[in-house]
């Protein structure tokens, strides 16, 4: 399956390291929005808690390509 740590299948790098990429902005808003959170909860900011909502729809919106991602690779496997 793989030859030299690279997978033999064409597009399967290219796949993951895409994949890779948007786990990584993914947990970007995750991490800002769990910073949020924690600001809010600490000042009891109305503000930094609607940024957490907000932050949501972003993760969840991110959540789609990376859930496309992952199946084009196990699709191309």
């Known amino acids: 399956m793989t030859l030299g740590g690279k997978h ?6 290219w796949c993951l390291e895409k994949l890779r990429e948007d786990i990584l902005l993914m947990a970007s808003f ?3 929005s769990v910073s949020n959170a ?3 909860w600490v000042r009891q900011d109305e503000d ?3 940024a957490v909502i907000a932050d949501d729809e972003e993760v969840d ?7 496309r991602g992952g199946t084009n690779v196990l699709i191309r496997l």
């Not at 033999?8 to 790098?13: D, M, R, T, V």
């Not at 919106?61 to 859930?67: A, G, H, I, N, Q």
Request: glycine share 10%.
């Open 8 to 13: 033999s299948l064409p597009g399967i790098e």
């Open 61 to 67: 919106l991110s959540e789609k390509p990376v859930d």
């Open 30 to 32: 995750v991490r800002r």
């Open 38 to 40: 924690k600001k809010g």
């Open 48 to 50: 930094d808690c609607s």
